[in-house]
């Protein structure tokens, strides 16, 4: 059987992931990215994890009650949410030539479960099979409090993972990603300065999008 690579040269479309704190303002940059993006004529699909599917609403229903979930049964479901998001979504985007603007991927993982114990190697280990290695991956970077201010008045749901002291730690792991495919970026400027960033270094590393 012949080895699936990962690799950027096997797919088309490119693969960008956002990724940061609650309220570091993933979700505005991907949508002034999908419509910048959509400007230069490709074709973008923006997707969101944890994501509308079976796992995805369990997660949501079970992280409206505090503590309802041990580090390795939360692990479990956003591995299984990200695995049929993968194959459902993602993979079959990119193969047809799409760009794909993800909200949130294994990094956050990384970050999230990472900072509640879970080793990061045991991380990796799992998604080594089955998850792309995006092109680029934005972290939107700012303080804790600056990130939880912006959020206030969300609903409350999620409040296990907006925990200040937890945030802190989930903040510090992201920022000591080493991948070469992470750029961290400063969340703290306007949503417009940040989009202008963000296009400056896609396009230095892609420059055929210019
Ligand atoms: P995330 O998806 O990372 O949780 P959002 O993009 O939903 O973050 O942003 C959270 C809140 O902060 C929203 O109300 C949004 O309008 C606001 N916001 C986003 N980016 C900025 C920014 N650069 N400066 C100030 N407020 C912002
Ligand atoms: P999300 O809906 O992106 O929340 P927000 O819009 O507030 O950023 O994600 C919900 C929560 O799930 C968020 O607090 C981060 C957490 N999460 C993990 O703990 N692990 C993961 O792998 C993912 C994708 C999210």
Redesign the pocket.
């Given at each position: 059987m012949m080895k699936k690579s990962n690799k950027r040269s096997s797919r088309a479309g490119l693969f960008i992931v956002l990724e940061?704190?609650?309220?570091?303002g993933?979700?505005t940059q991907a949508k002034l990215l999908a419509r910048k993006l959509r400007s230069k004529g490709l074709e973008v699909l923006t997707l969101?994890?944890?994501t509308d599917g079976k796992w995805g609403q369990e997660?949501?229903q079970l992280?409206r009650v505090k503590d309802s979930l041990k580090p390795q049964g939360?692990l479990d479901l956003?591995?299984w949410?990200?695995k049929e998001n993968v194959a459902k979504n993602i993979k079959p985007a990119l193969k047809s030539g799409k760009t794909v603007v993800l909200?949130?991927?294994?990094y956050?993982?990384l970050?999230?479960?990472g900072a509640r114990g879970v080793p990061l190697k045991k991380i990796r280990e799992l998604h080594k099979k089955f998850a792309p290695t995006p092109d680029v991956v934005f972290i939107l970077d700012l303080p804790v409090t600056n990130g939880l201010k912006r959020?206030k008045d969300?609903a409350v749901i999620?409040r296990h993972?907006?925990d200040k002291d937890y945030l802190k730690k989930v903040r510090q792991v992201f920022l000591e990603l080493k991948d070469p495919e992470c750029v961290v970026i400063d969340g703290r400027p306007s949503a417009r300065e940040i989009h202008r960033k963000i296009w400056a270094v896609l396009t230095g590393r892609f420059p055929n999008l210019k």
């Open positions: 940061g704190i609650d309220g570091s993933k979700s969101s994890e944890p997660i949501r992280s939360e956003f591995v949410d990200r909200d949130r991927y294994f956050s993982t970050a999230y479960q959020i969300r999620y993972f907006e």
